[in-house]
Protein backbone atom coordinates (compact mmCIF):
# COMPACT_ATOMS: atom_id res chain seq x y z
CA UNK A 1 0.00 0.00 0.00
CA UNK A 2 3.05 2.83 0.96
CA UNK A 3 4.59 1.73 -2.48
CA UNK A 4 1.03 2.88 -4.31
CA UNK A 5 0.44 5.74 -2.17
CA UNK A 6 4.28 6.54 -2.86
CA UNK A 7 3.32 6.35 -7.04
CA UNK A 8 0.43 8.51 -6.30
CA UNK A 9 2.34 11.34 -4.63
CA UNK A 10 5.38 11.00 -6.83
CA UNK A 11 3.14 11.43 -9.91
CA UNK A 12 1.06 14.56 -8.53
CA UNK A 13 4.35 16.27 -7.63
CA UNK A 14 5.66 15.42 -11.24
CA UNK A 15 2.32 17.01 -12.84
CA UNK A 16 3.02 19.96 -10.26
CA UNK A 17 6.18 20.61 -10.79
CA UNK A 18 5.88 20.69 -14.61
CA UNK A 19 3.17 22.96 -14.22
CA UNK A 20 4.81 24.87 -11.38
CA UNK A 21 8.05 25.16 -14.28
CA UNK A 22 9.92 23.79 -11.69
CA UNK A 23 10.74 21.11 -13.99
CA UNK A 24 10.72 20.97 -17.81
CA UNK A 25 8.17 18.23 -19.54
CA UNK A 26 10.47 15.49 -19.72
CA UNK A 27 12.38 16.80 -16.18
CA UNK A 28 8.55 16.04 -14.86
CA UNK A 29 9.17 12.60 -16.41
CA UNK A 30 12.64 11.41 -15.27
CA UNK A 31 11.36 12.90 -12.07
CA UNK A 32 8.07 10.93 -11.52
CA UNK A 33 10.24 7.51 -12.69
CA UNK A 34 12.59 8.21 -10.25
CA UNK A 35 9.89 9.25 -7.43
CA UNK A 36 8.70 5.87 -8.24
CA UNK A 37 11.50 3.78 -8.21
CA UNK A 38 12.72 5.46 -4.98
CA UNK A 39 8.77 5.38 -3.43
CA UNK A 40 9.01 1.16 -4.62
CA UNK A 41 12.29 -0.04 -3.05
CA UNK A 42 12.81 2.42 -0.51
CA UNK A 43 9.14 3.60 0.96
CA UNK A 44 7.43 7.33 1.57
CA UNK A 45 10.49 8.07 3.99
CA UNK A 46 13.06 8.20 1.31
CA UNK A 47 10.54 9.72 -1.18
CA UNK A 48 10.47 12.15 1.15
CA UNK A 49 13.68 13.22 1.40
CA UNK A 50 13.94 13.57 -2.23
CA UNK A 51 10.63 15.36 -2.75
CA UNK A 52 12.35 17.71 -0.44
CA UNK A 53 15.74 18.22 -2.44
CA UNK A 54 13.33 19.76 -5.09
CA UNK A 55 11.30 21.40 -3.11
CA UNK A 56 14.53 23.66 -1.66
CA UNK A 57 16.19 23.60 -5.01
CA UNK A 58 13.22 25.57 -6.34
CA UNK A 59 13.01 27.92 -3.54
CA UNK A 60 16.58 28.88 -3.96
CA UNK A 61 16.31 28.75 -7.97
CA UNK A 62 13.41 31.14 -7.80
CA UNK A 63 14.92 33.57 -4.82
CA UNK A 64 15.89 36.62 -6.85
CA UNK A 65 15.38 34.86 -10.24
CA UNK A 66 14.92 38.49 -11.94
CA UNK A 67 18.28 39.67 -10.80
CA UNK A 68 20.16 36.46 -11.51
CA UNK A 69 18.75 36.93 -15.11
CA UNK A 70 19.69 40.08 -15.59
CA UNK A 71 23.20 38.93 -14.58
CA UNK A 72 22.80 36.07 -17.59
CA UNK A 73 23.32 33.30 -14.36
CA UNK A 74 19.95 32.00 -14.12
CA UNK A 75 18.63 28.46 -14.84
CA UNK A 76 16.46 27.74 -17.94
CA UNK A 77 14.09 30.29 -18.97
CA UNK A 78 12.16 29.97 -15.96
CA UNK A 79 14.00 28.33 -13.49
CA UNK A 80 12.89 24.95 -14.39
CA UNK A 81 15.53 22.28 -14.38
CA UNK A 82 16.18 19.98 -17.34
CA UNK A 83 15.78 16.02 -17.63
CA UNK A 84 19.74 15.83 -17.94
CA UNK A 85 19.91 18.16 -14.71
CA UNK A 86 17.59 15.59 -12.78
CA UNK A 87 19.09 12.18 -14.03
CA UNK A 88 22.98 13.69 -12.74
CA UNK A 89 21.27 14.78 -9.60
CA UNK A 90 18.58 11.48 -8.94
CA UNK A 91 20.75 9.04 -10.65
CA UNK A 92 22.55 8.02 -7.65
CA UNK A 93 19.68 8.54 -4.56
CA UNK A 94 17.82 6.22 -7.32
CA UNK A 95 20.44 3.04 -7.01
CA UNK A 96 21.30 3.50 -3.41
CA UNK A 97 17.63 2.84 -2.71
CA UNK A 98 17.57 0.11 -5.02
CA UNK A 99 20.73 -1.50 -4.00
CA UNK A 100 19.41 -0.89 -0.12
CA UNK A 101 16.25 -3.39 -1.39
CA UNK A 102 18.38 -5.77 -2.70
CA UNK A 103 20.59 -6.23 0.26
CA UNK A 104 17.93 -6.05 2.77
CA UNK A 105 15.49 -8.87 0.88
CA UNK A 106 17.87 -10.88 -0.64
CA UNK A 107 21.56 -10.85 1.11
CA UNK A 108 22.41 -12.67 4.37
CA UNK A 109 25.83 -12.25 5.05
CA UNK A 110 25.82 -11.64 9.08
CA UNK A 111 29.37 -9.46 9.98
CA UNK A 112 30.39 -7.42 12.77
CA UNK A 113 28.32 -4.43 11.01
CA UNK A 114 24.76 -6.27 11.93
CA UNK A 115 25.82 -5.84 15.28
CA UNK A 116 25.52 -2.25 14.87
CA UNK A 117 22.30 -2.17 15.09
CA UNK A 118 21.33 1.48 16.74
CA UNK A 119 18.01 2.75 18.38
CA UNK A 120 16.42 5.92 16.87
CA UNK A 121 13.44 7.44 18.20
CA UNK A 122 11.36 5.54 15.77
CA UNK A 123 12.96 2.00 15.37
CA UNK A 124 16.20 0.25 15.39
CA UNK A 125 18.42 -0.11 12.20
CA UNK A 126 21.20 -2.34 11.63
CA UNK A 127 24.63 -1.66 10.52
CA UNK A 128 24.78 -1.96 6.34
CA UNK A 129 20.90 -0.52 6.76
CA UNK A 130 22.42 2.95 8.58
CA UNK A 131 25.38 2.29 5.84
CA UNK A 132 22.86 2.89 3.24
CA UNK A 133 20.98 5.27 4.89
CA UNK A 134 24.08 7.36 5.22
CA UNK A 135 24.77 6.89 1.91
CA UNK A 136 21.33 7.90 0.66
CA UNK A 137 21.41 11.31 2.87
CA UNK A 138 25.20 11.87 1.29
CA UNK A 139 23.93 11.78 -1.84
CA UNK A 140 20.76 13.99 -1.12
CA UNK A 141 22.87 16.40 0.76
CA UNK A 142 25.71 17.18 -1.73
CA UNK A 143 22.75 17.83 -4.92
CA UNK A 144 21.05 19.98 -2.24
CA UNK A 145 24.13 21.80 -1.08
CA UNK A 146 25.90 22.17 -4.95
CA UNK A 147 22.11 23.27 -5.90
CA UNK A 148 21.77 26.04 -3.37
CA UNK A 149 25.52 27.01 -3.60
CA UNK A 150 25.17 27.71 -7.40
CA UNK A 151 21.74 29.82 -7.06
CA UNK A 152 22.58 31.52 -4.00
CA UNK A 153 26.02 32.06 -5.19
CA UNK A 154 25.04 33.52 -8.19
CA UNK A 155 24.06 36.60 -6.07
CA UNK A 156 27.63 37.18 -4.84
CA UNK A 157 29.58 39.83 -6.52
CA UNK A 158 32.54 38.22 -5.69
CA UNK A 159 33.36 34.81 -6.70
CA UNK A 160 36.96 32.82 -7.18
CA UNK A 161 38.68 29.85 -8.77
CA UNK A 162 38.46 26.90 -5.99
CA UNK A 163 41.91 25.66 -7.43
CA UNK A 164 43.27 29.84 -7.26
CA UNK A 165 41.37 31.80 -4.35
CA UNK A 166 43.32 34.46 -5.75
CA UNK A 167 41.88 34.12 -8.91
CA UNK A 168 38.80 36.14 -9.51
CA UNK A 169 36.48 34.13 -11.85
CA UNK A 170 33.02 35.40 -13.94
CA UNK A 171 29.78 34.78 -11.76
CA UNK A 172 28.83 31.15 -12.77
CA UNK A 173 31.91 30.08 -14.14
CA UNK A 174 33.09 26.09 -13.48
CA UNK A 175 35.39 26.30 -10.35
CA UNK A 176 34.08 29.39 -9.23
CA UNK A 177 32.95 29.66 -5.57
CA UNK A 178 32.37 32.45 -3.29
CA UNK A 179 31.46 32.94 0.25
CA UNK A 180 27.76 33.16 0.12
CA UNK A 181 27.91 29.83 -1.50
CA UNK A 182 29.75 27.76 0.76
CA UNK A 183 27.54 29.37 3.33
CA UNK A 184 24.48 28.37 1.22
CA UNK A 185 25.95 24.53 0.97
CA UNK A 186 26.21 24.39 4.52
CA UNK A 187 22.98 25.38 4.86
CA UNK A 188 21.51 22.77 2.26
CA UNK A 189 22.99 19.95 3.93
CA UNK A 190 21.89 20.86 7.04
CA UNK A 191 17.96 21.18 5.82
CA UNK A 192 18.58 18.02 4.76
CA UNK A 193 20.10 16.09 7.42
CA UNK A 194 17.28 17.78 9.55
CA UNK A 195 14.73 16.06 7.68
CA UNK A 196 16.11 13.30 7.58
CA UNK A 197 16.21 13.49 10.96
CA UNK A 198 12.85 13.99 11.60
CA UNK A 199 11.77 11.63 8.78
CA UNK A 200 14.10 8.28 9.89
CA UNK A 201 14.90 9.44 13.51
CA UNK A 202 18.55 9.12 12.96
CA UNK A 203 20.23 11.66 14.84
CA UNK A 204 23.70 11.72 13.32
CA UNK A 205 21.93 12.84 10.33
CA UNK A 206 22.28 16.42 11.43
CA UNK A 207 26.10 15.31 11.20
CA UNK A 208 25.99 13.95 7.81
CA UNK A 209 23.74 15.99 6.23
CA UNK A 210 26.08 19.35 6.41
CA UNK A 211 29.52 17.49 6.28
CA UNK A 212 28.41 15.44 3.15
CA UNK A 213 26.65 18.37 1.55
CA UNK A 214 29.93 20.39 2.15
CA UNK A 215 32.10 18.32 0.50
CA UNK A 216 30.85 17.05 -2.11
CA UNK A 217 29.70 20.33 -3.26
CA UNK A 218 33.51 21.32 -2.82
CA UNK A 219 33.92 18.55 -5.01
CA UNK A 220 31.61 19.42 -7.70
CA UNK A 221 33.75 22.89 -7.74
CA UNK A 222 36.83 21.22 -7.96
CA UNK A 223 35.97 18.84 -10.74
CA UNK A 224 34.16 22.25 -12.93
CA UNK A 225 37.90 23.91 -12.02
CA UNK A 226 39.69 20.66 -13.42
CA UNK A 227 37.92 18.09 -15.74
CA UNK A 228 35.23 19.71 -16.59
CA UNK A 229 37.32 23.19 -17.84
CA UNK A 230 39.35 21.02 -20.06
CA UNK A 231 36.39 19.61 -21.38
CA UNK A 232 36.82 15.47 -20.02
CA UNK A 233 33.83 16.04 -18.06
CA UNK A 234 30.18 18.06 -18.65
CA UNK A 235 28.29 19.42 -15.76
CA UNK A 236 26.18 16.20 -15.59
CA UNK A 237 29.46 14.19 -15.08
CA UNK A 238 30.27 16.57 -12.95
CA UNK A 239 26.92 16.31 -11.02
CA UNK A 240 26.86 12.85 -10.68
CA UNK A 241 30.27 12.19 -9.89
CA UNK A 242 29.83 14.92 -6.52
CA UNK A 243 26.64 13.00 -5.36
CA UNK A 244 28.22 9.38 -5.67
CA UNK A 245 31.00 11.35 -3.33
CA UNK A 246 28.54 12.57 -1.29
CA UNK A 247 26.94 9.31 -0.89
CA UNK A 248 30.76 7.66 -0.17
CA UNK A 249 31.18 10.30 2.37
CA UNK A 250 27.68 9.92 3.89
CA UNK A 251 28.07 5.99 4.44
CA UNK A 252 31.60 6.28 5.90
CA UNK A 253 30.73 9.10 8.69
CA UNK A 254 27.35 6.75 9.48
CA UNK A 255 29.97 4.18 10.56
CA UNK A 256 31.77 6.71 12.98
Given amino acids: MDAVIGVGIALVLAVAAYHKQVLDYWGSIAAFLMGTTVSIFGGIEWLALLISFVLIAWIATKFEYEYKTQRDVSEGENGERRVKNVIANGMVPVGIAVL??????????????????????????????????????????TATSDTIASEIGSLDT??????????????????????????????????????????????????VGPVAGFIGCNIDSLLGATLERKGIMNNEHVNLTATLSGAIIGSVLMLL
Fill in 158 to 207: ETRLITNLKKKVKTGADGGISLAGEIASIVGGLLIGLIAYLTFGIEFALI
Fill in 100 to 141: AWIYTTYIQNPTYLETMAVETMYTPYTGYELVFMGAYIGAIA
